[in-house]
Each structure stands twice: as C-alpha cells, then as structure tokens.
C-alpha cells in the first residue's frame, strides 16, 4: 500500500477508535469477521470522499472497483446510480453489466442493464436482458410489466426494429397460457405503433384465441375498430357477450360514440345497467344518449340513478363539493324538467349544486327560469350576488343581466347597467358597443352613434363600431356615402365576413341596386347562415318580385331560430300582417 493509502486508512481508524465518527456501544456478542482489506476499504472510502465533493465521474471508477474486488450487489447498484447521476450511460451500461454477470439471477441488476439499454436506444441488444427481467418476475407481476412495455418504449423511434426484438424477447411468455394474452397484445401495440395495423389486428387475434377472457387483446382491438373495422369489433363483441369487464363496455361504448354510433352506444349503456346496476358511470353515459334520442323520462330516471349511486360515492368518500359529472348530472336534469315547464323542479335540481367553479353557470341558469317565471327583480339579484373568483367575473354578472334583460326586451333597465358599468370603466369598449345598440333598440340614435364614434376614438382597429354605425346610416336610408365609407373601412379588417358582407349587402339595397345586395346576401347566407341574413335575402328578393324565392330564404330563416325578431318583423311588415 503507498504511503498516501496508508495515511488515509489510519486517519480513519483513528476517527472510528476516537469516537468521531461513530460512536458504538460495545457488542454484545463476538464480532463477525469481514472481508474488508485495506485495498477494499480505501476504494470504499475515496469513492465516498469523491461522490460527497460532487466529483461523481471520480467516485465511479472506485466504487466499481470496490464492487468487482467484494462482489457486491450494493456497491454495484452505487457505481450504475453515480453513472446516470453524471449522465454517463456507457458507464452506467458496463456497472449494470458486470453486476448481472456476477448475479444473474438479480432482478435489480437485469432491470438495470435493460432500462439503459433502452435509454441508449441500443434497441438490438434488449432481448437477453428483457428476457431474463420477465422470468425473475411471478406471473402477476411478468404480467403488468408485459402490459407496461408499449409505454416504456414510446420514445424509440425504430418502431420495426423494436417490434422484431420484443416479439422475440416475449417468446417464452406467448408459450404460457397465464401470459400469453399479455404477451400478444403488447407485441400488437407495438406493431400498430410501427404502422402495421393488419399485424396488430393479428396479435389481438392470437391473444384472445390464447385466453378469452383477458382484457388485453379487447382492449387493443377496441383500439383498432377505428382501422380495422367490423374484423376488431368482432373481437370485442365475443368477449362482450360473456361477463365482461365494465370498463371494457364502457371503453366498446366511447369508441361507438366517436363512430357517431348513438343507437349502439345507448344499448351497450343498457346491458351494463343491467349487469352492473351500481356501475354509476353507466348511468350518467345512458342519460346522456337517451336525452340524444329525445327520451325525457327514461334520461331523468337515468340521471337520477347515476346521482343516487355517486351520492352515495361522495358519503364514503366524504367529498363536499359536488363531482364535475355530478354538476352535468343535474345541469341535465334541470334542462329536462325546465322543457316540461316543471320551472321548481328546474330550480331544485340546480340548488343542489355545490360546486365554486360552476356558481356563476349556476346562477345564470336558475335566473333564467325565474325570469320565465316573472320573477326578474329576484333573478338580477341572483346574478348580482354571484362571488366574483377573479377579475373576470364582475365583466361576466353584467354581461349576463344585461343579456337576460335583452332576452325580455328591458332594454331601458339594459341600458342602465351599462351606464353604470361604463361609468365605472370608461375604457371598457365591449360595454360601450353593447350599450349602443341597445341605444338603437330605444331610438336612441344619436346616443348610438356618439358612443360609435367614441369606440372608434377609443379604438381605431374596432371594425365592429366602423360596421355597426355604416350598418345604422343604410338602414335609416341616410349619409350613404358616409356609411359605404364606414363599412368599407370595417372590411379592410376582415374582407370576406358574412356579416360585414351583409352590411354591405343592405346598403346596396338601401342605394337602389337590388341584383348586387342579393348577389353579396346570397354569397353571406351560405358562408354563415344566420336568420338576419335571410330576412334580408327575403326583404330583397320579395321586392323583386320573388315572393316563391323569398318565402324560401325565410323558412331558412326560421329553422336556424323561429323566434328572431328581425326575421318575424320583416316577414310580418312585407306580408302586411300586424
């Protein structure tokens, strides 16, 4: 031992005799002799000294050495883990690599050698390392790492390669009948990853030939119904028809949905109520797809199953606020009962909501039917009494009493919360232009226009004041020229908007050319149907002489919204009704 080693090693000793390392009671019993020579125990030692200076690249050498000269499996996961701390995956490839060799039946030391096998991307090399990290592992366990290996292995980018070696890799696995199923749907995974859905339908195939009552190969052709079609479905339906796992049903059911397959996703809802009548979910799912199918009753008995059931979820769980599908739950029940017009059940149904995020939705619904209820003073003063969360939130309560107010044509009491809130944000160009149509709405055109022309000062690039006030002038047959100018300057923003293309359209109109306001209205209505548009197809084509045509662009009209007023009053006034 050099003079430097040895100076080392008596500093040590002398700590540990001293007490200043540790201090130890004296053994109860004769010590056990170790196999810890001085060479040993300086290569311990500096490796530590290294690796608490941060010199990790140094304590690896000596560490590895350390494990190599006592044969330990311990100093031997040290080595591999000082390696990756330094990012040195060769280094930590050769530790992990002696330490298999010299215990080769370690699960650690073959997880170690496979993980950075595949951290390298050394793909070819992964087989005998696989193999021997599956066989270390009881059935259970083999079977859930099989299942996991798709998503250990998502990043290799050589998809054929990597299919190739964990086919062969799983071999042994594919003979037994306990893995075989596994085996075969990751090997499908795989090769539907690697572009080889024909292949991957294959494995699914041979794995639920192996064993028809595994997960796995339904859960894989589950996946490829969307590819393979009718030959993966088949796959499903048979294990399907045999006590199916519910999440199996459930995951067939959301790939019929995204198929648009409503009629088959709500009676694969049907038989897993019936097989599992506690399965909350199910219900929630079948509510939902009979509501679709316009059956009311069955949906709230539905719904109201699907409530029951998390209700009793929540107690065991003792949760108090309501779960997110909960809230729709009710949202959905509430829809129902508000459209029998049962207004009190509506308002029930939304009181048991108690969920923060969803006040505010919450809220505006409820004030909604007490405003069909006659009762507005109460819904404004729900919407007002709203917690504001954030900043946004106080925009939100005025936007939506202002909208309900609309609704029922207060448009005075409208108005009046916008002055307050414009008072209150003179900035705030969205409440202007909101309190200026409503303006209109009250006949109140210069007030319109002064608060137009304000946005416009306040915002130059606002092409919906430019566009509105253009609109305004044409409508009223005045300042033509002013309000070509207007919209015109409203399409310099956005050239091809059916709605500025309808502005465009009435001023035409309002100007005396017919044939170019029905040319630009015709153009607008097919880009963005909208019942306003039709009015004015209609007005402009019924003072061609084209009632059959106009009649037409009205019943347009009306299936996109029965009740618009500007579609009624222009279909009321040219047919000389009151």
Do not use: C
């Not at 560490?63 to 280094?91: F, T």
């Not at 606020?321 to 308002?347: C, S």
């Not at 909604?368 to 209820?373: E, G, T, W, Y």
């Amino acid at each position: 031992m050099t003079p430097i080693k040895q100076l080392l090693v008596r500093a040590l000793f002398f700590a540990l005799a001293s007490g200043e390392v540790l201090a130890a009671a004296p053994p109860a019993t004769a010590p056990l002799n170790s196999n810890l020579d001085s060479e040993l125990f300086y290569e311990i030692l500096v490796g530590d000294i290294n690796a608490q200076a941060g010199d990790n690249a140094a304590a690896f050498g000596f560490i590895l050495n350390a494990a190599r000269r006592a044969n330990s499996s311990a100093l031997y996961e040290k080595a591999v883990n000082l390696a990756l701390q330094e990012h040195a995956g060769d280094s930590a490839l050769e530790a992990a690599k002696s330490w298999a060799k010299a215990f080769p039946a370690s699960p650690d030391a073959n997880r170690y050698v496979f993980q950075i096998l595949v951290g390298l991307n050394q793909i070819a090399n992964i087989q005998a390392p696989l193999r021997r990290m599956l066989a270390a592992l009881p059935v259970p366990e083999r079977v859930t790492m099989i299942n996991q290996l798709p998503r250990i292995f998502m990043r290799v980018t050589e998809r054929t390669l990597l299919t190739k070696v964990v086919e062969k890799s799983l071999e042994p696995d594919i003979a037994l009948h306990t893995t075989s199923a596994a085996a075969w749907s990751a090997i499908g995974v795989l090769r539907s990853l690697a572009s080889d859905p024909k292949g991957a339908l294959d494995a699914a195939k041979r794995g639920a030939a192996s064993n028809p009552h595994a997960p796995e190969p339904v859960v894989l052709a589950i996946g490829l119904m969307a590819t393979q079609g009718s030959a993966a479905e088949d796959i499903v339906r048979k294990y399907l028809a045999d006590k199916p796992l519910p999440d199996l049903r459930m995951a067939y059911t959301r790939s019929l949905l995204i198929a648009q397959r409503y009629g088959d996703s709500a009676e694969q809802m049907r038989l897993l109520t019936h097989e599992k009548p506690n399965f909350a979910e199910a219900w929630l799912l079948r509510g939902q797809l009979e509501l679709e199918e316009r059956k009311p009753e069955l949906a709230e008995n539905s719904l109201k199953n699907y409530v029951a059931l998390a209700s009793k979820q929540d107690e065991t769980a003792k949760t108090s606020t309501t779960d997110r599908n909960v809230v729709q739950a009710y949202f959905l029940l509430a829809q129902i009962a508000e459209q029998d017009q049962r207004l009190d059940a509506a308002l029930a149904y939304l009181s048991n909501i108690d969920s923060p995020p969803d006040a505010m939705r919450v809220q505006t619904r409820k004030a909604l039917i007490l405003a069909r209820q006659g009762k507005m003073a109460e819904a404004r003063k729900l919407i007002r009494d709203v917690p504001e969360l954030n900043a946004e939130d106080g925009r939100t309560k005025i936007n939506t009493e202002v909208a309900l107010l609309r609704e029922y044509k207060q448009y005075q009491a409208a108005y009046d919360v916008l002055a307050e809130a414009v008072l209150n944000a003179p900035q705030e160009t969205d409440f202007l232009y909101e309190q200026a149509l409503i303006a209109e709405k009250l006949g109140k055109t210069d007030e319109m226009e002064r608060l137009l022309r304000q946005i416009i000062a306040l915002k130059p690039d606002n092409f919906q004041a430019y566009n509105a006030l253009g609109y305004s002038l044409a409508d009223r047959g005045i300042r033509l020229t002013e309000a070509r100018q207007l919209i015109t300057k409203a399409m310099g923003f956005l050239p091809d908007d059916p709605d500025l293309m309808d502005s465009l359209a009435w001023l035409e109109f309002r100007s005396g050319n017919a044939p170019e306001a029905e040319r630009l209205l015709k153009i607008a209505f097919k880009a963005r149907p909208n019942p306003e548009i039709a009015a004015h197809l209609g007005e402009v084509l019924w003072s061609s002489g084209q009632h059959k045509a106009a009649e037409s662009a009205w019943e347009d009209g009306l299936r996109l919204s029965p009740k618009n007023d500007t579609l009624v009053e222009t279909m009321n006034r040219l047919r000389g009704k009151p």
